[in-house]
């Protein structure tokens, strides 16, 4: 009798729903058609019932995603407009790694769309000693809807792309034979536990999340600034040459070398990597200043090679400076090296770049010219 009156609630709230709010649930009817799931998936119960929770648990996330990675989102959409997928795929994003391009996993994934080192290469991704572009926004946006798509063609519908993209191609294939159906209700059915509970709160978290980012009462409520943040790409890629430090880079553009650090996140090193001309991405009002001067300035090469390194257990009493004292290095170097901004602890473990003894040639400068391109 309280099953069959809680299912009464819970109806009369969503009908409640549908009536008072029709713009809102309008939305959230194409947020489902929009990856092919059939509208009445809104009223399934246990849907319904984990959608307030997860938006209590989750919600957080999406705020601090829109408004501390505004030069990341729109990007996201542009490309994905581009490319003719469905704007929702940000939010799969969101629920990896909250947009966060040093994201890093248990199992090691990295960057805004959690990949592991195989599936970056085979994607076309680099992943070496200089770089890794699984933390280039772009690189890898492109990466992961080249990816999303291969799946769509395989099992035919968006949802079962971005399940896939959890689970497993197998393990999606599994369950879909093991339900004999693909639809959504079905295969996330928490009873019948044909997907893990992993990939069931996976599905909900996105929904959820695309649900929240058309509800203007929730955006008033927390920040209404948001409602209209970032609705252009702020900025460009440009080429520039091999081998020469990021601070010189960041002075031809005019920028604070913190702020190009911001912007090229697959840099692994002070430097861009050896060999073919690289590329780095620079706010989108320093354009013009960076065309002006880049074919003058006189970048020298720098060393490239990897430097050795050492593990330091941090002592009671330690700091950044007297560390990087010790080792005759910068505390910039120490900063770089182990991801940190300015505090301590005791026993934590630094990776001490230990410096080579030969000394760059000075001398060794070349002139190049750029290409601008996005």
Not at 148 to 168: I, P, R, T, V
């Given at each position: 009798m309280k099953k069959i009156v809680f299912i009464f609630i819970i109806t009369f709230n969503c009908l409640f729903a549908q009536i008072y709010t029709p713009e809102y649930y309008k939305k959230q009817v194409d947020v489902l058609r929009n990856l092919d799931i059939d509208p009445t998936f809104i009223k399934d119960l246990n849907f319904i019932q984990s959608k307030d929770d997860l938006k209590n648990k989750h919600s957080q996330v999406l705020l601090d995603s829109m408004k501390n990675f505004s030069n990341i989102t729109p990007m996201i959409r542009e490309?994905?407009?581009?490319?003719?997928?469905?704007?929702?795929?940000?939010?799969?994003?969101?629920?990896?790694?909250?947009l966060k391009t040093h994201s890093i996993s248990d199992a090691k994934a990295v960057g805004i769309w959690q990949f592991m080192r195989p599936t970056a290469r085979n994607l076309g991704l680099?992943?070496?000693?200089?770089?890794?572009?699984?933390?280039?926004?772009?690189?890898?946006t492109y990466a992961a809807i080249n990816y999303?798509?291969?799946?769509?063609?395989?099992?035919?519908?968006?949802?079962?792309?971005?399940?896939?993209?959890?689970?497993?191609n197998g393990k999606l294939r599994q369950a879909i034979r093991q339900a004999k159906s693909d639809d959504l209700a079905v295969l996330i059915d928490p009873d019948k536990k044909y997907l893990s509970l992993e990939t069931r709160t996976f599905i909900r978290k996105i929904l959820t999340l695309a649900f929240l980012s058309n509800d203007e009462e929730f955006f008033i409520?927390?920040?209404?600034?948001?409602?209209n943040y970032s609705l252009s790409n702020p900025f460009v890629k440009v080429d520039v040459p091999s081998g020469v430090a990021l601070r010189d880079l960041a002075k031809s553009a005019n920028i604070s070398f913190a702020t190009l650090k911001k912007y090229n996140?697959?840099?692994?090193?002070?430097?861009?990597?050896?060999?073919?001309?690289?590329?780095?991405?620079?706010?989108?009002?320093?354009?013009?200043?960076?065309?002006?001067?880049?074919k003058s300035y006189?970048?020298?090469?720098?060393?490239?090679?990897i430097p050795k390194s050492k593990i330091y257990v941090v002592k009671p009493g330690d700091s950044l400076y007297e560390i990087a004292k010790t080792y005759n290095?910068?505390?910039?170097?120490?900063?770089?090296?182990?991801?940190?901004?300015?505090?301590?602890?005791?026993?934590?473990?630094?990776?001490?770049?230990?410096?080579?003894?030969?000394?760059?040639?000075?001398?060794?400068?070349?002139d190049y010219t750029q290409i601008v391109s996005r």
């Open positions: 490309i994905l407009i581009e490319n003719n997928v469905p704007s929702e795929i940000l939010y799969l994003a969101i629920v990896e790694s909250g680099r992943v070496d000693a200089y770089v890794d572009e699984r933390r280039d926004p772009v690189k890898s999303l798509k291969s799946l769509k063609a395989e099992f035919g519908k968006w949802y079962l792309a971005l399940l896939a993209y959890n689970c497993g409520k927390k920040d209404a600034s948001l409602m996140p697959q840099f692994k090193h002070n430097f861009t990597p050896p060999g073919k001309d690289y590329y780095m991405y620079i706010p989108l009002e320093k354009l013009a200043f960076f065309n002006k001067n880049f006189k970048f020298t090469k720098v060393d490239t090679s290095i910068s505390v910039d170097d120490i900063k770089e090296m182990n991801k940190i901004n300015k505090y301590l602890s005791v026993n934590q473990k630094l990776i001490i770049p230990i410096k080579n003894k030969e000394k760059n040639n000075a001398n060794n400068k070349k």
